[in-house]
């Protein structure tokens, strides 16, 4: 992991107030504290929404084509950190506490939001480059999805269209050479039907059917 996503005076600087008083030292120290302990970034792939991770937590996915850095009044945000963070506080309540993910991405969230304004930059200005950049269900550039996405996130949000396009990359031969086409079909489809069953619906009722679809579409 670089070095330079750690904030590089927050272990010098000292503190004038107790450490369990709000602070932004203070949150930058415990946000550092968990970016070091990140295994893998992976900017090799397309992800819907800007970043992910994979099933059992081990890599955080940032889309291939997302900017690095922005520009803010005179400086350069590198924001892959503030993209980390919001991916391992998501997983991490979802894994370790059970939450639902729209209530861990609701938590995340704050947790980022809080970590850009303690490095005193507008939340605002960086929401707007980050809408920017998201690719949503139907986006033609998501073509190369990694088959290991933890795809609940997408599952929680019933959102059919984007699991259509992961299973039409998947169809291509865009997935990694360690992970058979029929186990990342089957995975998806697995979510599918559970999707189905929520809303009510039975709109691929069989493998074969759900491929012809996609590839209609």
């Not at 330079?4 to 600087?13: D, F, I, L, N």
């Not at 939001?113 to 507008?122: E, K, P």
């Not at 079909?185 to 709109?203: L, P, S, Y």
Request: with cysteine; aromatic share 8%; net charge positive.
């Amino acid at each position: 992991m670089p070095l330079h996503y750690c904030h590089p005076s927050a272990p010098h600087r000292k503190l004038n107030l107790p450490e369990w008083y709000v602070s932004d030292l203070m949150l930058e120290r415990a946000f550092d504290a968990i970016i070091r302990r990140l295994k893998k970034l992976d900017r090799e792939h397309d992800i819907p929404y800007l970043a992910g991770y994979n099933v059992d937590g081990t890599i955080i996915y940032i889309d291939r084509h997302m900017p690095r850095s922005f520009k803010h009044k005179g400086r350069v945000i590198e924001t892959d950190r503030f993209l980390v963070l919001h991916e391992e506080v998501e997983k991490t309540l979802i894994d370790q506490l059970g939450l639902h993910y729209l209530h861990a991405h609701q938590i995340a969230t704050r947790a980022e939001q809080a970590a850009v304004r303690a490095a005193g930059i507008s939340w605002r200005a960086y929401d707007r480059f980050m809408q920017k950049n998201v690719k949503r269900d139907g986006d033609e550039r998501l073509s190369k999805v990694p088959a290991d996405l933890d795809i609940k996130p997408y599952r929680d949000e019933h959102d059919f269209d984007l699991l259509r396009r992961m299973m039409a990359a998947v169809e291509k031969g865009h997935l990694p050479s360690t992970r058979g086409k029929a186990a990342v079909r089957k995975a998806i489809e697995k979510v599918m039907h559970h999707v189905e069953v929520d809303r009510g619906e039975k709109a691929f009722p069989a493998a074969k059917r759900s491929r012809k679809r996609v590839a209609a579409k």
